[in-house]
Protein backbone atom coordinates (compact mmCIF):
# COMPACT_ATOMS: atom_id res chain seq x y z
CA UNK A 1 0.00 0.00 0.00
CA UNK A 2 0.74 3.26 -0.57
CA UNK A 3 1.94 5.62 2.47
CA UNK A 4 0.84 8.91 2.54
CA UNK A 5 2.15 11.11 5.51
CA UNK A 6 0.86 14.52 5.83
CA UNK A 7 2.81 17.44 7.90
CA UNK A 8 1.93 19.27 10.29
CA UNK A 9 -0.72 17.32 11.97
CA UNK A 10 -1.67 20.31 13.72
CA UNK A 11 -1.70 24.10 11.96
CA UNK A 12 -2.65 26.91 14.00
CA UNK A 13 -2.95 29.99 11.92
CA UNK A 14 -4.08 33.78 11.93
CA UNK A 15 -6.76 34.82 9.95
CA UNK A 16 -5.28 36.45 7.37
CA UNK A 17 -2.42 34.60 7.18
CA UNK A 18 -1.02 31.92 5.08
CA UNK A 19 -0.73 27.85 5.42
CA UNK A 20 0.95 25.17 3.95
CA UNK A 21 0.00 21.42 4.35
CA UNK A 22 2.64 18.86 3.18
CA UNK A 23 2.10 15.62 1.77
CA UNK A 24 4.80 12.86 1.08
CA UNK A 25 4.21 9.31 -0.37
CA UNK A 26 5.98 6.33 -0.07
CA UNK A 27 6.37 5.66 -3.89
CA UNK A 28 5.92 8.03 -7.15
CA UNK A 29 2.33 8.89 -7.77
CA UNK A 30 2.76 9.28 -11.71
CA UNK A 31 0.49 6.87 -13.00
CA UNK A 32 1.19 4.72 -16.34
CA UNK A 33 -1.16 6.78 -18.57
CA UNK A 34 1.39 10.20 -17.22
CA UNK A 35 -1.13 12.00 -14.66
CA UNK A 36 -0.65 12.18 -11.02
CA UNK A 37 -3.55 11.57 -9.12
CA UNK A 38 -3.36 13.02 -5.62
CA UNK A 39 -5.97 15.24 -4.62
CA UNK A 40 -6.46 17.60 -1.54
CA UNK A 41 -9.37 16.90 0.80
CA UNK A 42 -11.39 19.48 3.00
CA UNK A 43 -13.28 18.03 6.23
CA UNK A 44 -15.13 20.89 8.16
CA UNK A 45 -16.53 19.74 11.89
CA UNK A 46 -19.48 17.70 11.11
CA UNK A 47 -19.45 17.42 7.15
CA UNK A 48 -18.14 14.81 4.82
CA UNK A 49 -15.01 15.28 2.79
CA UNK A 50 -15.32 17.88 0.21
CA UNK A 51 -12.80 17.76 -2.99
CA UNK A 52 -10.62 20.84 -2.88
CA UNK A 53 -7.84 20.14 -5.55
CA UNK A 54 -7.82 17.07 -7.58
CA UNK A 55 -4.71 15.66 -10.02
CA UNK A 56 -1.70 18.02 -8.20
CA UNK A 57 -3.07 21.70 -9.03
CA UNK A 58 -6.63 21.95 -9.99
CA UNK A 59 -9.43 23.26 -8.18
CA UNK A 60 -12.56 21.50 -8.20
CA UNK A 61 -15.73 23.66 -9.26
CA UNK A 62 -16.43 26.19 -6.79
CA UNK A 63 -13.54 25.77 -4.34
CA UNK A 64 -11.61 29.69 -4.33
CA UNK A 65 -8.45 30.39 -5.43
CA UNK A 66 -7.01 30.87 -2.17
CA UNK A 67 -6.34 26.95 -2.33
CA UNK A 68 -3.41 25.80 -4.35
CA UNK A 69 -1.87 22.69 -4.83
CA UNK A 70 1.65 21.99 -6.21
CA UNK A 71 4.35 19.11 -6.21
CA UNK A 72 5.59 16.23 -8.28
CA UNK A 73 6.17 12.85 -7.81
CA UNK A 74 6.13 11.88 -4.24
CA UNK A 75 6.38 15.15 -2.75
CA UNK A 76 3.05 17.41 -2.72
CA UNK A 77 1.85 20.78 -0.84
CA UNK A 78 -1.24 22.17 -0.36
CA UNK A 79 -1.52 26.08 0.19
CA UNK A 80 -4.02 28.44 1.32
CA UNK A 81 -2.84 32.33 0.37
CA UNK A 82 -5.20 33.54 3.05
CA UNK A 83 -6.83 31.60 5.64
CA UNK A 84 -10.65 32.92 6.43
CA UNK A 85 -12.73 31.13 9.40
CA UNK A 86 -15.05 28.84 7.31
CA UNK A 87 -11.40 26.94 6.43
CA UNK A 88 -11.34 25.30 9.81
CA UNK A 89 -11.37 21.80 9.38
CA UNK A 90 -8.79 18.87 8.34
CA UNK A 91 -7.10 18.43 5.09
CA UNK A 92 -6.53 15.40 3.41
CA UNK A 93 -4.40 14.24 0.94
CA UNK A 94 -5.43 11.48 -1.11
CA UNK A 95 -3.61 9.29 -3.85
CA UNK A 96 -5.48 6.98 -6.30
CA UNK A 97 -2.73 6.29 -8.73
CA UNK A 98 -2.65 3.06 -7.01
CA UNK A 99 -5.50 1.76 -4.93
CA UNK A 100 -6.88 4.18 -3.22
CA UNK A 101 -4.96 5.67 -0.02
CA UNK A 102 -5.33 9.15 2.38
CA UNK A 103 -2.79 10.88 4.55
CA UNK A 104 -3.65 11.09 8.68
CA UNK A 105 -5.05 14.48 8.03
CA UNK A 106 -3.84 17.72 9.00
CA UNK A 107 -6.32 20.06 11.35
CA UNK A 108 -6.41 23.79 10.40
CA UNK A 109 -6.82 25.86 13.65
CA UNK A 110 -7.20 29.63 14.33
CA UNK A 111 -4.93 31.08 16.63
CA UNK B 1 -27.05 19.59 -8.20
CA UNK B 2 -25.25 15.77 -7.52
CA UNK B 3 -26.41 14.32 -4.51
CA UNK B 4 -25.75 10.71 -2.61
CA UNK B 5 -27.61 9.67 0.27
CA UNK B 6 -26.09 6.66 2.28
CA UNK B 7 -28.32 4.57 4.21
CA UNK B 8 -28.62 0.77 5.86
CA UNK B 9 -26.26 1.75 8.70
CA UNK B 10 -26.97 0.63 12.26
CA UNK B 11 -25.82 -1.55 15.10
CA UNK B 12 -24.94 -4.87 14.22
CA UNK B 13 -23.38 -7.98 16.07
CA UNK B 14 -20.06 -9.59 15.52
CA UNK B 15 -20.38 -12.10 12.89
CA UNK B 16 -23.73 -10.38 11.60
CA UNK B 17 -24.84 -8.98 8.47
CA UNK B 18 -25.26 -5.17 6.94
CA UNK B 19 -26.41 -4.13 3.23
CA UNK B 20 -25.66 -0.30 2.57
CA UNK B 21 -27.66 1.65 -0.05
CA UNK B 22 -26.12 4.87 -1.69
CA UNK B 23 -28.96 6.98 -3.60
CA UNK B 24 -27.22 9.02 -6.18
CA UNK B 25 -29.12 11.75 -8.61
CA UNK B 26 -28.26 15.02 -10.00
CA UNK B 27 -25.92 13.25 -12.79
CA UNK B 28 -25.72 10.52 -15.54
CA UNK B 29 -25.40 8.00 -12.49
CA UNK B 30 -24.06 5.43 -15.06
CA UNK B 31 -20.89 7.60 -16.53
CA UNK B 32 -19.28 7.19 -12.85
CA UNK B 33 -16.82 5.23 -11.25
CA UNK B 34 -18.40 5.12 -7.66
CA UNK B 35 -16.54 3.98 -4.20
CA UNK B 36 -17.40 3.02 -0.56
CA UNK B 37 -14.69 5.02 2.00
CA UNK B 38 -15.30 4.69 5.54
CA UNK B 39 -13.77 6.84 8.47
CA UNK B 40 -12.80 5.96 12.08
CA UNK B 41 -11.14 8.68 14.68
CA UNK B 42 -8.82 6.27 15.07
CA UNK B 43 -7.74 5.13 11.42
CA UNK B 44 -8.70 8.02 9.44
CA UNK B 45 -9.93 7.63 6.04
CA UNK B 46 -9.87 4.31 4.84
CA UNK B 47 -10.67 3.44 1.37
CA UNK B 48 -13.24 -0.10 1.24
CA UNK B 49 -14.00 -0.62 -2.34
CA UNK B 50 -15.07 0.92 -5.63
CA UNK B 51 -16.80 -0.35 -9.17
CA UNK B 52 -16.48 0.74 -12.70
CA UNK B 53 -19.35 2.31 -14.54
CA UNK B 54 -21.17 -0.88 -16.07
CA UNK B 55 -20.04 -3.29 -12.48
CA UNK B 56 -17.75 -5.44 -14.45
CA UNK B 57 -14.59 -4.02 -12.54
CA UNK B 58 -14.64 -4.39 -8.97
CA UNK B 59 -12.15 -3.66 -6.31
CA UNK B 60 -12.04 -4.00 -2.26
CA UNK B 61 -9.19 -3.41 -0.06
CA UNK B 62 -7.67 -6.23 1.65
CA UNK B 63 -9.31 -6.08 5.34
CA UNK B 64 -12.51 -6.86 3.22
CA UNK B 65 -12.02 -8.94 0.76
CA UNK B 66 -14.33 -12.42 1.16
CA UNK B 67 -16.66 -10.76 3.33
CA UNK B 68 -17.84 -7.54 1.58
CA UNK B 69 -19.02 -7.08 -1.81
CA UNK B 70 -19.66 -3.38 -3.63
CA UNK B 71 -22.43 -3.83 -6.53
CA UNK B 72 -24.12 -1.27 -8.78
CA UNK B 73 -27.76 -0.77 -10.15
CA UNK B 74 -27.79 1.64 -13.04
CA UNK B 75 -31.55 1.19 -13.86
CA UNK B 76 -32.28 2.20 -10.01
CA UNK B 77 -29.07 5.25 -9.56
CA UNK B 78 -27.66 3.17 -6.80
CA UNK B 79 -24.68 1.49 -4.93
CA UNK B 80 -24.59 -0.93 -2.85
CA UNK B 81 -22.16 -2.75 -0.07
CA UNK B 82 -23.13 -6.31 0.88
CA UNK B 83 -21.01 -6.50 4.34
CA UNK B 84 -20.75 -10.09 5.74
CA UNK B 85 -19.09 -11.92 9.00
CA UNK B 86 -18.78 -8.02 10.43
CA UNK B 87 -16.10 -7.76 13.05
CA UNK B 88 -15.51 -4.87 15.87
CA UNK B 89 -13.07 -3.00 14.00
CA UNK B 90 -15.56 -2.28 10.82
CA UNK B 91 -17.29 0.43 12.78
CA UNK B 92 -16.91 3.53 11.12
CA UNK B 93 -18.89 6.32 9.40
CA UNK B 94 -19.20 4.56 5.64
CA UNK B 95 -19.69 7.42 3.11
CA UNK B 96 -20.16 6.49 -0.95
CA UNK B 97 -18.19 8.71 -3.31
CA UNK B 98 -18.23 9.11 -7.19
CA UNK B 99 -14.92 9.52 -9.38
CA UNK B 100 -12.30 7.03 -9.69
CA UNK B 101 -9.57 9.42 -9.66
CA UNK B 102 -10.59 11.91 -8.02
CA UNK B 103 -13.46 11.59 -5.62
CA UNK B 104 -15.29 14.60 -6.56
CA UNK B 105 -18.82 14.38 -4.46
CA UNK B 106 -19.36 12.72 -1.34
CA UNK B 107 -22.80 11.56 0.98
CA UNK B 108 -23.28 12.33 4.32
CA UNK B 109 -22.15 9.04 5.42
CA UNK B 110 -24.10 6.06 7.39
CA UNK B 111 -22.95 4.58 10.70
CA UNK B 112 -22.05 1.13 11.16
CA UNK B 113 -21.48 -0.02 15.20
CA UNK B 114 -20.38 -3.62 14.97
CA UNK B 115 -20.53 -4.79 18.88
CA UNK B 116 -21.97 -7.40 21.16
Known amino acids: DIVMTQTPLSSPVTLGQPASISCRSSQSLVHSDGNTYLSWLQQRPGQPPRLLIYKISNRFSGVPDRFSGSGAGTDFTLKISRVEAEDVGVYYC????????FGQGTRLEIK | EVQLVESGGGLVQPGGSLRLSCAASGFTFSDYWLNWVRQTPAKGLEWVAN????????YHVDSVKGRFTISRDNAKNSLFLQMNSLRVEDTAVYYCARGGTSSTYWGQGTLVTVSS
Open chain 2, 51 to 58: INQDGSEK
Open chain 1, 94 to 101: MQATHFPT
